[in-house]
């Protein structure tokens, strides 16, 4: 299994990756009023949102509104900038420009998807609250409540890339050893295969009772939840190496440091990948868990907290951002890969 | 051609002394090698040629140091074999390029992995010159077509400057027009560098247009049947009557000569 194999499944998302005949001259003043009819929509949310009287007053109405407002002026702008830039500009303008036009549909959606939602909660009050938060409440979550949110942020962060980074790199050399030394896979391979399928959650209140403090306990757990699937995933790897590698190598005078360093781990490589993937999916969950059941900051805490007040908007805010983090780590993971496999032919492009 | 430089151009003498070797396979041994004698001088260029499946590659990994015979002994220039050893090269059938390194990189391993990249890094373009992949040092391996990916490895081979180069049906693959090109500049490359050189191949006229001496092997376990020493000046012309007579004999020797 790799991710190669996953994702071939997954409908292509990505319009750079099409040919664009839309690019000839003739279709851009349709591309043109596309951009404006998204520009006109998120004008109109501006509108609604500023004209329309909240039902119960609320707090950023009137920053929220600005928001979208500016958000519809930036279109406008850039409807006849993105026309010009893809006749006569080249390179990075181009694609900026291509990309805008590849979000278009997205853009109109979400600003009905806001109308509506706005209408639904602020406007009318249908949806029962406080469950349904309209969108000004996150919008004053953010501009209130950041200095907590940017440090539940930081100590999420801190925790996840310490435990991530422990896991990853105990888990490439202990799979490395199963893979290469029969004394290691012996001791080694039962363990994996009973602990290996455990939740790392499972672990929690021991490892909350076994640890001076919450903080190392989770650091602990999201390297398990991490060390498990790379472990396995790098053990496969190396196993699976063409031993025609090994011995070309070693008739070339490799040491068997050198067959390690540089023939079996890059080789296992593409597997490592699939496994830190699983990892860090491994290690979003356990943190979560982690900072709710125990750890008393960052944002699985802020999560948990916002429940318990019963301040959604809160919760949602939080939620949003985590979205935001959690994905942007994942493409970061796509990226380093995509420069460390770039021998590979015919990677998904994330 | 561009020349390579070499420091020691002397070929190296292997003395194979009644080897026998075998598998096991699904619990039954199988035996692959049976009493082989062989012993090759230094600059010959010897064509060992069998059935499919005889236990060639088997003769060869054995003299590579790759693995030990189950019995018998393997010499080079009179020191017994223990391991594999940079001065006893191979090029497989498969090239097997490392995928993730550039040919270039593909092209350095054996003295990057002697530590000698920094004194002897020199040499890495003379055999990509020699191969004629200069243009291609930094392509992948998945860029190449099958003939560019075959004189990578033997550019990955010569760089260490072998005096015992293996060479396991390095031609197998690839299509006729090449293939005769490239049994010219093999024959070419061992003439101008003088290492002992062993070619495994299944066709005859391979062997008859390179080496000095074909060995005929028998079906598996394999057995030496015929020791044919070819006394022909190179270059060599295919359609040399002598060759054609020699070519007789082998296909008689297999087995095979009422095809003919
Ligand atoms: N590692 C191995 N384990 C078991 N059998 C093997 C192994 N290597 C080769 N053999 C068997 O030995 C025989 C000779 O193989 P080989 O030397 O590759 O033949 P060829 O003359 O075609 O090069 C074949 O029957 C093959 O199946
Ligand atoms: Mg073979």
Redo the contacts between chains.
């Keep these: 299994m790799s991710v190669n194999d996953t994702a071939a499944g997954l409908p292509a998302v990505n319009g750079e990756a099409r040919p664009s005949g839309r690019s000839a001259p003739r279709g851009w003043p349709k591309e043109w009023s596309r951009l404006g009819t998204a520009s006109l929509l998120w004008f109109i949310a501006a509108a609604v949102t500023a004209l329309w009287a909240d039902a119960d007053e609320w707090e950023r109405t009137g920053e929220f509104a600005s928001l979208l407002a500016v958000a519809g002026g930036v279109l406008a702008f850039a409807a006849p900038l993105a026309g010009r830039a893809r006749q006569t500009a080249g390179g990075r303008l181009k694609g900026a420009a291509g990309r805008l036009s590849a979000a278009v549909p997205w853009l109109i959606v979400l600003a009905i998807g806001l109308i509506g939602w706005e209408i639904l909660t602020a406007k009318l009050n249908l949806l029962p609250r406080p469950f349904f938060a309209p969108p000004q409440a996150l919008l004053e979550v953010y501009l209130d409540d950041w200095p907590r949110l940017l440090d539940c942020l930081a100590a999420s962060l801190t925790l996840l890339v310490t435990g991530y980074a422990i896991g990853a790199v105990l888990g490439v050399v202990t799979g490395v050893a199963i893979g290469w030394s029969r004394a290691v896979g012996y001791w080694v391979h039962p363990v994996l295969r009973l602990i290996g399928p455990l939740p790392a959650t499972a672990w929690l209140p021991i490892a909350f009772f076994a640890f001076p403090s919450s903080w190392s306990a989770s650091v602990f757990l999201i390297a398990l939840a991490t060390g498990v699937p790379v472990t396995i995933l790098t053990w496969s790897g190396v196993a699976g190496v063409n031993s025609a590698f090994y011995d070309i190598a070693r008739t070339l005078g490799a040491s068997p440091r050198f067959l390690v360093l540089k023939v079996a781990v890059p080789a296992a490589m593409p597997h490592v990948f699939v496994g830190l993937f699983m990892g860090l999916g491994a290690s979003f969950a356990v943190l979560v868990v982690a900072e709710m059941l125990g750890v008393k900051s960052g944002i699985g805490w802020y999560l948990q907290w916002a429940q318990g007040w019963a301040a959604y908007g809160n919760m949602y805010a939080a939620l949003l951002v985590m979205a935001l983090v959690c994905s942007g780590l994942v493409t970061l993971l796509f990226r380093v890969r995509d420069r460390l496999l770039a021998w590979q032919r015919g990677m998904l492009k994330w | 051609m561009v020349a390579l430089e070499t420091t020691d151009t002397a070929g190296m003498t292997i003395d194979v002394q009644v080897v026998s070797h075998g598998f096991e396979l699904h619990g039954a041994p199988l035996p692959v090698l049976d009493g082989v004698d062989l012993r090759v001088e230094p600059g010959e260029l010897v064509a060992l040629l069998g059935p499919s499946g005889c236990g060639k590659s088997t003769l060869l990994?054995l003299i590579?140091?790759?693995e030990p015979p189950s019995r018998g002994s393997i010499f080079a220039d009179g020191r017994p074999i223990g391991?594999?050893?940079?001065s006893?090269?191979?090029v497989?059938q498969?090239p097997?390029l490392?995928?993730?390194?550039?040919v270039r990189e593909n092209v350095t391993?054996?003295l990057?992995?002697?530590g000698l990249l920094r004194s002897h890094g020199h040499r890495v373009e003379q055999a990509l010159d020699l191969v004629g992949l200069s243009g291609f040092a930094r392509a992948?391996?998945?860029q190449l077509s099958g003939g560019m990916a075959q004189r990578a490895a033997l550019a990955?081979?010569l760089v260490?400057d072998p005096r015992l180069l293996v060479l396991d049906e390095p031609l197998g693959k690839l299509d006729s027009l090449t293939r005769l090109a490239m049994q010219s500049e093999l024959v070419e490359l061992w003439r101008s560098k003088g290492f002992t050189g062993l070619l495994v191949t299944h066709d005859i006229e391979e062997a008859l247009f390179m080496a000095t001496r074909v060995i005929v092997f028998s079906e598996r376990p394999a057995r030496i049947t015929a020791d044919l020493t070819i006394d022909r000046p190179y270059p060599r012309h295919r359609g040399d009557p002598v060759l054609t007579e020699l070519r007789h004999r082998i296909l008689e020797l297999l087995g095979l000569a009422e095809t003919w």
């Excluded at chain 2, 391991?83 to 940079?86: I, K, Q």
């Excluded at chain 2, 490392?98 to 550039?102: G, V």
């Design positions: 990994r590579a140091g790759l391991g594999p050893d940079p006893r090269v191979v497989f498969d097997t490392y995928p993730w390194r550039t391993l054996g990057e992995a002697r992948y391996p998945h990955r081979a260490n």
